[in-house]
């Protein structure tokens, strides 16, 4: 009990110590406010013009800071898509069962995606093109390869897949890309890679075969985005071994065309449709006039709302 008040008491001690110091300040400051009557009207103008400027100092030093934490904002999410732009967009789901594990996922109207550093996976003529084939979608294209062949990465990325389905893709790899892009390899006859590796764009990831469900040696090629099936045919020129562009500009209603009309025949491109690149400090309003549509009608075109993030990089339709 004894002890418990000594305790108290030091603490009240203590806390005196430290008040009193701002005692004597607030005293002090207050005298000075006091001796203010006694200067004159000239030297009050300079005090108050010199504690003008002090404030109008502090106000710019902190848009300047405010206009710092925006750009710094910019280049965060700008190195974050430099990074792995594929993570944001898959949302971190990482599935090393199946190719189509996001049914979950928002799929962008529109997205650019980077295809400079593409490897042809195997030099052979298509034996089957994506479409409709007896009676079921065939989601990827056929090239031909002899059993042994070697079979490279199209782009670098990781392992995401390494399987057997014996009455389908037979012993098969999907790879995510850092592009957002997933390539599926189908009718292998050996892995030259472990699930979740990294590989470099034409690296070798595997042998070809005729493994699974397959009437002869032959590579099953799929290029997938969020689950969602492109026709390889429309990145890659098949006949010289490169793809068409640079980048290629992933369109969710062309998507939904496949689905809804069951077949490969895209929906013509309306020669009218235009894209920006978002850049560093556009807003819609800066967008939306320099195509001079209306930000209500950018937003309907992209799906978006007035207060959605324009992220750097992102492609935004204009018309
Ligand atoms: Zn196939």
């Known amino acids: 009990m004894i002890e418990q008040l000594k305790n108290i008491f030091t603490g009240i001690a203590l ?33 108050n013009n010199n504690r003008k400027l002090v404030a109008d100092k502090a106000n710019m030093k902190a848009e300047t800071a405010a206009i710092d934490s925006i750009r710094m904002h910019f280049e965060l999410i700008d190195e974050a898509d430099e990074m792995s732009p594929a993570d944001d967009l898959y949302d971190g789901m990482w599935d090393n069962q199946y190719v189509k594990a996001y049914s979950n996922v928002t799929i962008p109207d529109v997205h650019l995606i980077d295809l400079s550093s593409f490897a042809m996976p195997i030099e052979g003529r298509i034996t089957s093109p994506f479409g409709p ?18 079979v490279y990465a199209a782009f670098e990325g990781r392992v995401r897949v390494k399987q057997y389905e014996k009455k389908g893709y037979g012993y098969y790899l999907v790879l995510r890309h850092p592009n957002g892009l997933e390539t599926v390899y189908g009718h292998l006859s050996r892995f030259l890679v472990v699930v979740d590796e990294n590989v470099e764009a034409g690296q070798p990831i595997a ?8 009437t002869g040696p032959h590579l099953h090629f799929e290029c ?19 793809t068409y562009e640079e980048q290629y500009i992933f369109e969710k209603s062309k998507v939904n065309s496949i689905s809804v ?11 009218s449709v235009t894209y920006y690149k978002i850049k560093q400090g556009d807003t819609l309003s800066t967008i939306a006039k320099k195509y001079r549509v209306s930000v209500d009608q950018l937003c309907r ?13 992102r492609v935004l339709r204009c018309s």
Not at 18 to 29: G, R
Not at 224 to 242: E, H, M, S, T, Y
Not at 302 to 308: E, H, L, P, R, V
């Open 301 to 313: 075109l992209n799906g978006i709302k007035i207060t959605t993030t324009l992220r750097v990089g």
């Open 133 to 150: 084939r007896r009676g079921r979608f065939h989601y990827g294209t056929d090239l031909k390869l002899q059993t042994g062949d070697t």
């Open 15 to 47: 806390i005196t110590l430290f008040i009193y110091p701002t005692n004597v300040l607030l005293a002090q400051t207050h005298s000075e406010n006091e001796s203010m009557s006694e200067l004159t009207t000239e030297e009050i103008t300079r005090l």
């Open 261 to 271: 009309n069951n077949s490969n025949k895209y929906t013509a491109q309306n020669g």
């Open 207 to 214: 042998l070809g075969g005729s493994t699974g469900r397959s």
């Open 224 to 242: 997938r985005f969020l689950g969602q099936a492109i026709d390889p045919a429309d990145i890659v020129d098949f006949n010289n071994f490169c």
